[in-house]
């Protein structure tokens, strides 16, 4: 008998949009280290190896089983010499001394809390760590000039690395839709990104907006964004126009990753009125209390190390937090406190008191003292009172009723939809590799915009993914098996 060779006898494609990769699969640990070794390199700007690792990691997602032993990893594709190696000193040692060494330095702890920001790039980030700057309240206090977007991205930094939750998803997708219809009847709007391919938390939420009748979806945009902001849901907004027509970029060179379609990357203010309610007073804190929401925080996944701020929302793996979307900034929750709805956290010894890192910057308050003063925690069991409590906020103004979501908006010509939806559903990797499938092996060039057949010299068209991979001569893979 030989189960080490299992795995070698099942023959696994190469490219990840030819496999099924489900959102939950059998080997995390060893995709946890490659991923971390993946944005190491992404951060160092070697996209290269970046992607070397992340289809090492894709691979190991897509196996209907755990790999036990290094054995039985021979025959699959995709594993590099670096990866292999990363692989076989986790299976043997449990851990990985690179990934040890990567996760402790300075370094690499400074770039994932720096590029945390919204709108700060792996460029800046770098600069900045040369400076000295290795947390935002480094750059806050560095008096760096900031643009626009990464003003925002310090004043709502603890709230935008907070996991957004599905029902946040859907009830931000509730205002888009309302939006959308006051200034555009008839329009449909699709959840696209990680939510599509099931995902139960994400960094933002993204939609993509169209309309049946061709040519109704130009100029829309701007519209969405002025009624957004006349009902005070946007703190934050970029709106790019469509750039596909004048663009000079033919079917013969390629189109880059970044599409050309009317977007806007947007900050939202979500209003946590309605979970707030039951919990107004904020004062609840009876020993025994049933959680009522059946939001748990599942035993044994609490708090544990003060650098995962679980929101307790079916999270259920602990996968959903992503590595670089956890709170980073050091803040110390003690091991085995419970947060949960409408409790205090308990420790037994009166009201625990926790100082803030960053300077104060909800605009409803004036506190702009770089040192405030500790806050006493209030009720943190909904979602509401956790970001005001993480925020630190003035007493005065109590608990705040409402959070700060990324949101991404995308809009497409009817007859783009397929393509666009295809291109905005992710994951990033599995885009990748459509692109590096329809170039190398069917000499075809895929955007988020169209599909041009380099041999037959013209454009296919295809009004639904399932038509896309069939030109494409790949297996339909749905949404949820996108997760490479
Ligand atoms: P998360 O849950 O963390 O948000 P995600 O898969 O939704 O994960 P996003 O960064 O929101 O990740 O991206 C969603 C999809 O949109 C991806 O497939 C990505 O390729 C695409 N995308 C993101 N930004 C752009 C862009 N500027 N131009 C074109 N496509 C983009
Ligand atoms: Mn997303
Ligand atoms: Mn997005």
């Keep these: 008998e030989k189960p080490g060779l299992e795995l070698a006898v099942v023959s696994v494609p190469s490219y990840a949009c030819q496999r099924h990769t489900p959102l939950l699969h059998h080997n995390i640990t ?25 289809r090492a990691a894709a691979l190991l997602k897509s196996l209907p089983q755990e790999v036990r032993g290094a054995e039985q990893l021979r025959g ?11 692989i076989k ?70 709230e935008l690395n907070l996991p957004v939750t599905k029902s946040e998803a859907v009830a931000i997708g509730q205002i888009v839709e309302s939006a959308v219809h006051a200034v555009l009847p ?29 040519g109704r979806e130009e100029g829309l945009m701007p519209k969405v964004v002025s009624w957004l902001e006349a009902q005070g849901f946007l703190l934050y907004q970029k709106t790019t126009g469509n750039s596909y027509l004048e663009s000079k970029e033919g079917p013969a060179r390629p189109a880059s990753n970044m599409d050309r379609f009317e977007r806007c990357f ?30 748990e925080i599942q035993t044994g996944r609490e708090i544990q190390t003060g650098r995962e701020i679980q929101t307790g929302r079916e999270i259920q793996t602990g996968r959903e937090i992503q590595t670089g979307r956890e709170i980073q900034t050091g803040r110390e929750i003690q091991t085995g406190r419970e947060i949960q709805k409408g409790r205090e956290i308990q420790t037994g010894d009166g009201p625990q008191t926790y100082s803030p890192t960053l300077t104060n910057t909800d605009p409803h308050t004036h506190s702009d003292s770089p040192h ?27 608990p705040r009723s409402w959070r700060a979501v990324r949101v991404d908006l995308v809009v497409s010509p009817y007859s783009q939809f397929a393509f666009a939806l295809l291109g905005w559903t992710g994951s990033k990797l599995f885009e990748r590799e459509l692109r590096r499938w329809a170039v190398h092996e069917k000499a075809m060039t895929l955007s988020s915009h169209a599909l041009y057949d ?12 399932e038509e896309i991979f069939a030109h494409l001569g790949l297996e339909y893979i749905p949404p949820c098996d996108r997760n490479a």
């Design 30 to 54: 060893l995709t946890d280290a490659l991923s971390i070794l993946a944005d190491n390199a992404e951060l160092g700007e070697n996209e290269g190896r970046g992607v070397a690792f992340r």
């Design 186 to 214: 008839g329009a449909e709007i699709t959840l696209i990104g990680g939510f599509r391919r099931g995902k139960q938390t994400g960094h933002d939420v993204d939609f993509l907006i169209t309309h049946p009748d061709e």
């Design 454 to 465: 380099r041999k037959r010299t013209q454009y296919l068209r295809a009004s639904s993914e």
């Design 266 to 295: 947007s900050i939202f203010r979500l209003s946590t009125d309605n979970e707030g309610r039951e919990n107004q007073t904020g004062r609840e804190n009876q020993t025994g209390r049933e959680n009522q929401t059946g939001r």
């Design 76 to 86: 699959l594709p995709c594993l590099g010499e670096h990866s292999l190696r990363v």
């Design 89 to 158: 000193e986790v299976l043997e040692d449990g851990v990985s001394h690179e990934v040890e060494t990567t996760t402790h330095s300075e370094q690499f702890k400074a770039m994932k809390a720096l590029t945390g920001i919204f709108g700060v790039g792996a460029k800046t980030a770098d600069r900045w760590f040369r400076e000295g700057i290795h947390t935002p309240s480094d750059l806050q206090r560095s008096g760096h000039t900031l643009n626009r977007a990464q003003r925002a991205g310090l004043q709502y930094y603890d």
């Design 372 to 398: 405030p003063l500790p806050q006493t925690l209030v009720v943190v069991g909904d979602h509401a009172q956790k970001v005001s409590w993480v925020l630190g906020h003035s007493q005065c103004s109590g």
